[in-house]
């Protein structure tokens, strides 16, 4: 299938923010996502109102305008809006940019639903930008409070998990994160040393030593930071203008902004065009622009009804949605290579060698776009479908076979009736003139091409049924003794088994195909649900492997500070991954054998077996 992407002229409202703090998703943007099969990269930004977050979201679109600028001290952007782009960099791929509407809104006035817009942010994004003014201070981090209630707003697992089992997850499936400063005045230095912006962020992060609330308080947003969004980046951008032009900044021309601002500007739409990742969901799966959308609602959904969105179970339902999708996809690419490559009748070899071909391909689709297909359902659901397809096919084949080997013998016999009528065999000699018509017509027949399976069973039939005749002609033959009629006789008799047997060796070697297309299918099944296994094993390891190496990244940062006791804290959890660690091959064994044990156990092929018995 066709990678498709949907240019947008201009953003639309993915999730709209009512009055009354209510979110509902907008169906015309679940339409345009439906519309995306292509991986993509999403790009959410949040920070506090009037910061400025839509200009950098419109750079990132290549565009002066499209995300509401505003030139009051009131938010303007409401709810969250979407945009989405071909990637620049990246050929085959869709930008999602996702504006949110600014926290802190005082007209507003509801935290809590300034903390469902940030989780959600969160929640969609593969790399989520945080925009504020000014420096990275004490008050800078106070304002990204959301950060330190993520445990109670968002859960991993479905079952209840204690909150520290839920922060060991986070890492591996939260969104890169940049920290974007904007109308930044202050010199890169620290302790007079020039440091880079990362630096300059890392540094804002460092915990400060001690006890009490007062520490505590002051450790809480920074150890949220470090812990949950170990991807990390920083760019500081100057004013792009005078005060009194910070207005008109849409409608300026870029030669009339700063250079220095347009500069940084610069580096941060490239560092996002060349290093935010796809967005993934848990198993490292890559989400196109429909399985955006599938998430969209269903934690919009979860939201509204009051529960807390769970990965898990977004997961779930997103995977019964793509997986059923699949298996119709799968088919279709089946049916439709069947239909145009089999022109029926034709022989079993020709079907059986199509049918091998549009099943490998069919069940390729359907392996591209499924994923957590536990207990192999619908793979199985697709290998049913198809051999229910295919012994229609089969069936339909014998049936036109039938009929068209029917009426060849038919059109071939027509002199043969005719002399018949008119007793052109009740002649003496009138036996030898029959049989030299009657093989005349099977050596027509058999030269006939395209007469698909039943050919030499209705050849059977027509002997059979002519049996009778030549034994009348044969009796009526005065020109032939008694012992040449003898002779005849069994000739006769030996000519109908010779063909009797043909029918039943074309019968056996049909069984023997179907039989053939039984392990044919089953090999391919388990070689495809192999790839499948493995590819799902090696994204699964490679988030262990990126929370595991965070882990030990963040402890080496606390015992180089002087944190011994918060790097022993992280102890557990560390050796908790490492012993995850070494039960990898072993878990991957396992998934393999059982893997090989479902599929030879769901994939029998009843309806295949059911044509040998016919």
Same mark, same amino acid.
């Given at each position: 299938?066709?990678?498709n992407t949907?240019?947008m002229?201009?953003?639309?409202c993915?999730?709209?923010?009512?009055?009354?703090?209510?979110?509902h998703?907008n169906?015309? /943007?679940l339409?345009?996502?439906?519309?995306?099969?292509?991986?993509?990269?999403?790009?959410?930004?949040?920070?506090?109102?009037?910061?400025?977050?839509?200009?950098l979201?419109?750079?990132?679109? =290549?565009?002066r305008?499209g995300? +509401?600028l505003?030139? *009051?001290?009131?938010?303007h952007?409401?709810?969250?809006?979407?945009?989405c782009?071909? &990637?620049?960099?990246k050929?085959?791929?869709?930008?999602?940019?996702?504006?949110t509407?600014?926290?802190?809104?005082?007209?507003?006035?509801?935290?809590?639903?300034?903390?469902?817009i940030?989780?959600? !942010?969160?929640?969609?994004s593969? *790399?989520?930008?945080?925009?504020?003014?000014?420096?990275?201070d004490?008050?800078?981090l106070?304002?990204?409070?959301?950060?330190?209630? #993520?445990?109670?707003?968002?859960?991993?697992k479905?079952?209840?998990?204690?909150?520290?089992?839920?922060?060991?997850?986070?890492v591996?499936?939260?969104?890169q994160?940049?920290?974007?400063?904007?109308?930044?005045?202050?010199?890169?230095k620290?302790?007079?040393?020039?440091?880079?912006?990362?630096?300059?962020?890392?540094?804002?992060l460092?915990?400060k030593?001690?006890?009490?609330?007062?520490?505590?308080?002051?450790?809480?947003?920074?150890?949220?930071?470090r812990?949950?969004?170990?991807?990390?980046?920083?760019?500081?951008?100057?004013?792009?203008?005078?005060?009194?032009?910070?207005?008109?900044?849409?409608?300026m021309?870029e030669?009339?902004?700063?250079a220095t601002f347009?500069?940084?500007?610069?580096?941060f739409?490239?560092?996002?065009?060349?290093q935010?990742?796809?967005?993934?969901?848990?198993?490292g799966h890559?989400?196109? =622009?429909?399985?955006?959308g599938s998430?969209?609602?269903?934690?919009?959904d979860?939201?509204?009804s009051g529960?807390?969105?769970?990965? @898990?179970?977004?997961?779930l339902?997103?995977?019964?949605i793509?997986?059923?999708?699949?298996?119709?996809?799968?088919?279709?690419?089946?049916q439709k290579?069947?239909?145009?490559?089999?022109?029926i009748?034709?022989?079993?070899?020709?079907?059986?060698?199509?049918?091998?071909?549009?099943?490998?391909?069919?069940?390729?689709?359907?392996?591209?776009?499924?994923?957590?297909?536990?207990?192999h359902?619908?793979?199985?659901?697709?290998?049913?479908q198809?051999?229910s397809?295919? *012994?229609?096919?089969?069936?339909?084949?014998?049936?036109?076979?039938i009929?068209?080997c029917?009426k060849?013998?038919?059109d071939? +016999?027509?002199?043969?009736? &005719?002399?018949?009528?008119?007793?052109?065999?009740?002649?003496?000699?009138?036996?030898? #003139?029959?049989c030299?018509?009657?093989?005349?017509v099977v050596?027509?027949?058999r030269?006939?091409?395209?007469?698909?399976?039943?050919?030499?069973?209705?050849?059977?039939?027509?002997l059979?049924?002519?049996?009778?005749?030549? !034994?009348?002609?044969?009796?009526a033959?005065?020109?032939l003794?008694e012992?040449?009629?003898?002779?005849? +006789?069994?000739?006769?008799?030996?000519?109908?088994?010779?063909?009797?047997?043909?029918?039943?060796?074309?019968?056996t070697?049909?069984?023997?195909?179907?039989?053939e297309?039984?392990?044919?299918?089953?090999?391919?099944n388990?070689?495809?649900?192999?790839?499948?296994?493995?590819?799902?094993?090696?994204? /699964?390891?490679?988030?262990?492997?990126r929370?595991?190496?965070?882990?030990?990244k963040?402890?080496?940062?606390?015992?180089?500070?002087?944190f011994?006791?918060? !790097?022993?804290? #992280?102890?557990e959890?560390i050796?908790?991954?490492?012993k995850?660690?070494?039960?990898?091959?072993?878990?991957?064994?396992?998934?393999l054998? /059982?893997?090989? @044990?479902?599929?030879?156990?769901?994939l029998?092929?009843?309806?295949?077996?059911s044509l040998?018995?016919?």
């Open positions: 299938m066709a990678s949907v240019a002229p201009a953003p639309v993915l999730i709209e923010n009512s009055s009354t703090g209510q979110l998703v169906q015309q /943007a339409e345009i996502l439906s519309q995306i099969d292509q991986p993509v990269v999403v790009v959410a930004i949040v920070g506090l109102y009037r910061t400025g977050k839509s200009y979201m419109n750079k990132l679109a =290549g565009k305008s995300f +509401s505003g030139a *009051t001290i009131q938010s952007t409401k709810g969250i809006w979407m945009w782009v071909p &990637h620049p960099c050929p085959g791929h869709t930008l999602v940019l996702l504006d509407e600014g926290l802190g809104d005082v007209e507003k006035g509801d935290q809590k639903n300034d903390c469902w940030f989780a959600l !942010a969160v929640l969609l593969s *790399t989520l930008v945080y925009n504020s003014r000014g420096t990275i004490n008050n800078a106070e304002n990204l409070q959301y950060v330190t209630e #993520l445990t109670d707003l968002i859960k991993v479905s079952q209840d998990s204690a909150s520290d089992e839920e922060d060991i997850h986070f591996r499936y939260f969104p994160f940049i920290w974007a400063v904007r109308d930044f005045t202050l010199e890169l620290i302790e007079g040393v020039s440091v880079s912006a990362d630096e300059y962020l890392e540094h804002a460092s915990l030593k001690g006890f009490g609330k007062k520490v505590s308080d002051y450790n809480l947003p920074r150890e949220c930071i812990r949950y969004f170990p991807t990390r980046r920083c760019f500081v951008f100057v004013a792009p203008t005078a005060g009194e032009n910070m207005s008109r900044v849409e409608s021309e030669n009339e902004l700063s347009l500069q940084a500007a610069k580096q739409c490239e560092y996002i065009f060349t935010s990742t796809v967005k993934t969901i848990k198993g890559k989400v196109t =622009g429909r399985m955006l998430l969209v609602s269903t934690y919009v979860t939201i509204s529960s807390v969105p769970c990965l @898990d179970n977004a997961v339902a997103m995977a019964q793509e997986n059923k999708a699949a298996v119709q996809q799968g088919l279709a690419v089946y290579g069947m239909e145009q490559s089999v022109q009748p034709v022989t079993r070899d020709r079907m059986s060698e199509q049918h091998g071909k549009w099943e490998k391909q069919a069940l390729e689709t359907f392996m591209k776009r499924s994923f957590k297909d536990d207990g359902i619908h793979q199985k659901t697709l290998a049913d198809i051999i397809h295919y *012994t229609e096919l089969v069936k339909r084949n014998d049936a036109v076979s009929e068209t029917n060849v013998l038919v071939l +016999s027509v002199q043969m009736s &005719h002399n018949l009528q008119q007793g052109v065999y009740a002649t003496p000699g009138g036996y030898k #003139l029959y030299e018509d009657r093989d005349h050596q027509q027949f030269a006939t091409p395209n007469k698909g399976t039943k050919a030499e069973d209705v050849l059977d039939q027509f059979k049924q002519k049996k009778i005749e030549a !034994a009348s002609i044969l009796l033959d005065q020109k003794t012992n040449e009629k003898q002779i005849a +006789s069994e000739r006769e008799h030996a000519l109908q088994m010779e063909q009797q047997n043909k029918a039943m060796e074309e019968e070697r049909q069984m023997k195909c179907t039989l297309e039984e392990q044919r299918s089953r090999a391919e388990e070689q495809q649900m192999e790839l499948k296994l493995q590819e799902e094993i090696e994204n /699964a390891r490679k988030e262990h492997e929370a595991l190496e965070s882990k030990l963040e402890q080496e940062e606390l015992m180089k500070k002087g011994e006791e918060k !790097a022993t804290m #992280l102890q959890e050796s908790q991954l490492k995850e660690s070494k039960s990898w091959s072993d878990v991957t064994k396992t998934l054998e /059982a893997g090989r @044990d479902i599929c030879n156990s769901v029998q092929y009843k309806s295949m077996r040998m018995k016919r």
